[in-house]
């Protein structure tokens, strides 16, 4: 089982519309976690932390849930220029050297 | 403005001929990494460097080495480059302690490798 695990879409969304979708992850010793955005053959950059108690960036809504070990990213409203590669991102515990695990994205294609 | 710079941004070369991959970051940051993506494997983390003089293998070391002299700098070197390492490399940086924000991990704008 991969350690962070996304659906890789693509998720087609007719603009005006909302989409969500999630990560799991497999480490519940997992300390933060994060969305990252990724444009085409471009550098990720991030979109969002995600903090225990959910939390919301203008169009853009990250939650956590710890028992089921997921996180979830939703966006309201969605733009053409939303259209990317979502990356969710998990820090793992200091003795592990705090290490970074990305998923394997998950395109989202927003169309007129 | 913060940053981290890669070069070259694109490179083709052939099998056996040493390479170098240059990042620097002027963020003053510990920790630095060198990932390579390829489709439908997402980003493998390659090396990374706690701090100056100290490296360690990431889950795809294989065919690569890294040095850290100066904490700005952190070269990718292939020493004998394969086909297989074909791939768009991406360096990274970031702190190593500190708030839940301070963990954002900066990345270069990607160095596109073919080796034929």
């Known amino acids: 089982r991969k350690e962070v695990e996304q659906d890789p879409g693509p998720f087609n969304v007719p603009e005006g519309a909302t989409v969500a979708f999630n990560c799991t992850y497999s480490?519940?010793?997992?300390?933060?976690f994060f969305w990252y955005r990724q444009d085409c053959r471009k550098e990720p950059k991030l979109l969002m932390s995600?903090?225990?108690s959910g939390n919301e960036d203008g169009r853009f809504t990250a939650q956590l849930n710890r028992a089921s070990q997921y996180i979830s990213l939703l966006i309201r409203d969605s733009k053409l220029s939303d259209s990317a590669t979502y990356l969710c991102v998990v820090r793992g515990i200091k003795a592990a050297g705090n290490k970074l695990t990305f998923g394997g994205g998950t395109r989202v294609l927003v169309k007129p | 403005e913060a940053q981290v710079t890669q070069n070259p941004r694109y490179l083709i070369t052939v099998t056996g001929k040493k390479l170098t991959v240059t990042c620097s970051q002027n963020m003053n940051h510990e920790y630095m990494s060198w990932y390579r993506q390829d489709p439908g494997l997402g980003l493998r983390q390659i090396y990374y460097?706690?701090?100056?003089?100290?490296?360690d293998k990431g889950d795809v070391p294989e065919g690569y080495k890294v040095s850290r002299k100066e904490k700005r700098n952190f070269p990718l070197i292939l020493e004998s480059p394969s086909p297989n390492q074909t791939s768009l490399y991406f360096c990274?940086?970031?702190?190593?302690?500190?708030?839940?924000?301070?963990?954002?991990?900066?990345f270069g704008p990607g160095t596109r490798l073919t080796v034929t």
């Open positions: 995600v903090y225990s």
């Open positions: 460097s706690m701090n100056v003089e100290v490296t």
């Open positions: 480490n519940s010793a997992s300390q933060s």
């Open positions: 990274a940086s970031r702190r190593t302690s500190g708030s839940q924000q301070s963990y954002e991990q900066y």
